[in-house]
């Protein structure tokens, strides 16, 4: 089986700011990171390679760079690691459901760009409380 086509960084940094709202293409790319870095602290290095090999090199860098052994954080731990990020990136200071909704537009793009298959197997160590942060994806309908 040929591996799919990467998309380009711009173009998936667009998926994330018309998914999210957010002003700003550097505002879109800093949540963009922001989530990349929870999610890999979130999941085993072996996933996070799956998912990274699908992505831009520079945004599969971000997953690969905190993953390891999948961290113990909560739901709140996680959107809280994310808000923190984007506010030390430089972000005005993003409300809970700010981050909750950018989390939410970065798993869709990645939902949109990767196989179902690593997304899921990722999504399946999760515990239940991650479900509603993976809503906009439709599992059924991803790339094979």
Do not use: W
Not at 1 to 20: G, H, N, S, Y
Not at 106 to 125: F, H, I, K, M, Q
């Amino acid at each position: 089986m040929a591996p799919l086509p990467q998309p380009c960084k711009d173009e998936f940094i667009e998926a994330v700011e018309r998914r999210t709202g957010v002003e700003s293409r550097e505002r879109a790319h800093v949540a963009t990171n922001a989530t990349l870095e929870a999610l890999g602290q979130r999941i085993t290095g072996g996933e996070a390679e799956n998912i990274a090999s699908q992505l831009p090199e520079r945004l599969g860098d971000r997953l690969r760079a905190e993953a390891g052994e999948a961290g113990e954080l909560s739901v709140e731990g996680f959107l809280d690691r994310v808000g923190d990020h984007e506010r030390d990136r430089g972000q005005v200071d993003p409300s809970a459901a700010d981050v909750e909704e950018h989390v939410r537009g970065v798993l869709s793009a990645l939902g949109d760009t990767v196989s179902g298959s690593e997304l899921e197997d990722a999504r399946d160590r999760l515990p239940s409380e991650f479900d509603p942060l993976f809503e906009l994806i439709d599992m059924s309908e991803q790339q094979a």
